[in-house]
């Protein structure tokens, strides 16, 4: 390594652990501010003990993130001691090659640490197959999304309930549950429709004993909102945003 080499590197080092010391002081800055705030009982325990949680989940995201550049390279990590001022334009260019532009932006550390805490949720298809096996099972679907097929009157509804099952009565003769997603004719106000409702379009499949899933990635901002008022039990629960009413009357009943 020549001495252009070795300052480079001597650099990236003083600039990694500015970078550390930065983010970690910022981290306990926050923890800081919550046990203050529980102290003058502005907060509860249980919020001040999850920033306390959060600070160890960000140290741990940040040493992951210090790891992989030494696989990856630090470009990554340049970029944000660049956005925190640790350096100029002019020196990230020297260092990395390319102008910070070129380099994503890092997510911020919370962001990381759930994303990869976060166990991955099983594919729908898997969820209302084994759901089935027990009866009925309540479709959340946005009918906004592509390639849903439902009854005119229906189409803009980002709250629409289908009630799907292998043995009711009436039977639906037709079901199909593939890849794709879920197909089925049921009536509409005593209106048979051949409803296609792909996967993309279904948020929530919920048992009628409550049992269920949330995507929160394909739920409609609608029912966010709505969601983001349930008690904070029911949202660790993955409860479906809306408690399902079972079809009445002749409306998505059924079609034999």
Not at 53 to 58: E, F, I, K, P, V
Not at 120 to 135: A, F
Request: glycine letters at 8%; hydrophobic letters at 40%.
């Amino acid at each position: 390594m020549g001495r252009e080499g070795s300052e480079n590197g001597e650099r990236l080092q003083s600039l990694m652990a500015a970078l550390v010391a930065r983010r970690i002081e910022e981290s306990l800055g926050r923890v800081e501010t919550a046990l203050a705030a529980w102290r003058k009982g502005e907060r509860d325990l249980f919020a001040a003990h999850g920033e306390v949680l959060g600070h160890a989940a960000r140290a741990g995201t940040l040493s992951a993130r210090i790891a992989r550049a030494g696989i990856e390279g630090p470009d990554q990590l340049l970029r944000d001691a660049y956005d925190a001022g640790l350096l100029d334009r002019a020196e990230f260019v020297a260092l990395a090659g390319r102008p910070p532009e070129e380099v994503p932006v890092p997510p911020p550390l919370d962001q990381e640490a759930e994303r990869e805490a976060a166990p991955p949720m099983p594919d729908k298809r898997s969820v209302i197959d084994k759901l089935l096996e027990d009866g009925a099972v309540l479709l959340h679907v946005d009918s906004r999304r592509d390639g849903v097929r439902v009854p005119e009157a229906h189409r803009a509804d980002p709250k629409l309930v289908l009630r799907v099952g292998h043995r009711l009565t009436p039977r639906i003769p037709d079901l199909v549950i593939d890849g794709d997603g879920v197909r089925a004719t049921l009536t509409f106000r005593g209106v048979p429709f051949a409803c296609v409702i792909p996967w993309p379009a279904v948020y929530a499949i919920v048992a009628e004993d409550s049992r269920g899933l949330i995507w929160p990635e394909d739920v409609p901002p609608e029912v966010a909102r709505d969601f983001a008022h349930k008690p904070r039990a029911a949202v660790e629960r993955r409860e479906p945003p809306d408690d399902p009413p079972r079809p009445r009357g002749g409306h998505l009943k059924l079609v034999t």
